[in-house]
């Protein structure tokens, strides 16, 4: 997912207590939200303003960069003990909808704090509505925003400070675990996206891909990323979908992959995990020929059957590739080909 992080303040120093200064701490978490987030699989969008007023220019930075969430990490003094996160307060006028988002955003701070407070045995203070005067890029920002309070510069013992400040990431991965746990984000997700629909019986890498995403749900049964799509494989699908409102048919195809994030052109076919050629059927052959008209517009009817003419266009596609043998037989090698993104120029 996409979030904005803001490290608070611009030119204003922020917080000073027991030698520290919030600024530089504030900008520390940044750093560690920009590396972890983005070794993550996030796009991280820094948004730490300039201006003096840097907490509507942080919220200026995220909207225009369409984040799906914004995190602003500042450092307290005063009242401590402990860790809290505050949330746009609801306000009369608000409708059912943003009532129902500021609900949503409240329960993500409250669990950002938690997993704060639990990481480094401090206080939990838990989630704050915005006072009247408080933290303007919370109202302004279109997505989802919070501001954690990660601790109070003067917390009693000055204890609270040193144990982030000793071990900053581990607070941050705490923070980032809980935004793909709210948004159902699946992270990193090493394998290639689906380019395909997958069902019982498709092969690959691509089904790995499938069996991460469903694991970083951690609400199913948790499957082996083994590339092979077998009935327990089958059976999450199956709940993901109902789950989901989809039509439950245990196969993974356009409409179930959009849902899942799989953005572009998904062929309806499942790909042939068995050399094809000339006198084959199927839904194997279905994905052969949407793929010759993807990649070379070779406008064969997609019918299943392997004739004439779709003997030839896979001859001409081999013969466009170099590396395949011109056979007509559509192997794996062929099939790696046939996936490609771009399309081939036809001279
Ligand atoms: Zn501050």
Redesign the pocket.
């Known amino acids: 997912m996409k979030i904005g992080v803001n490290a608070?303040?611009g030119p204003n120093v922020?917080?000073r207590a027991n030698g520290y200064e919030?600024?530089r701490l504030?900008k520390m978490m940044n750093l560690m939200f920009m590396a972890l987030g983005g070794i993550r699989g996030h796009t991280m969008i820094d948004a730490t303003g300039q201006r003096k007023d840097d907490y509507i220019e942080g919220a200026e930075i995220c909207n225009a960069n369409n984040v799906d969430v914004a995190v602003s990490s500042?450092?307290?003094i005063g009242v401590g003990p402990g860790v809290e996160v505050f949330y746009r307060a609801p306000k009369s006028g608000d409708t059912e909808e943003m009532l129902r988002r500021i609900d949503d955003t409240r329960a993500m701070a409250h669990a950002v704090s938690q997993a704060i407070a639990t990481t480094y045995g401090l206080y939990d203070r838990g989630e704050k509505p915005t006072g009247k005067l408080g933290f303007l890029n919370l109202a302004t920002t279109r997505a989802p925003a919070i501001l954690i309070?990660w601790g109070f510069l003067d917390a009693p013992g000055n204890t609270d400070v040193p144990k982030i400040i000793a071990n900053p990431t581990s607070g941050v991965l705490a923070v980032l675990q809980v935004l793909e746990r709210h948004f159902n984000s699946p992270g990193v997700n090493p394998y290639p996206k689906p380019r395909s629909k997958q069902q019982k019986g498709s092969q690959g890498s691509e089904v790995s891909w499938l069996q991460r995403f469903l694991n970083s749900l951690k609400r199913y049964l948790r499957l082996s990323e083994d590339g092979s799509f077998g009935p327990v494989t089958q059976g999450v699908v199956l709940r993901y979908q109902s789950d989901n409102r989809l039509e439950p048919d245990g196969i993974a195809g356009p409409l179930t992959l959009a849902k899942m994030g799989v953005t572009g052109t998904i062929c309806p076919y499942a790909e042939p995990s068995v050399s094809l050629k000339k006198g084959s059927q199927g839904e194997g052959v279905s994905w052969i020929q949407w793929q010759l008209n993807r990649r070379m517009k070779a406008g064969l009817v997609v019918d299943g059957g392997f004739g004439n003419l779709t003997d030839t266009a896979v001859r001409n596609f081999q013969r466009l590739n170099n590396g395949l043998a011109v056979d007509g037989i559509v192997g794996s090698m062929t099939r790696a080909r046939l996936k490609e993104e771009t399309s081939i120029r036809i001279v």
């Open positions: 608070g303040h922020g917080a919030e600024e504030n500042h450092f307290n309070e």
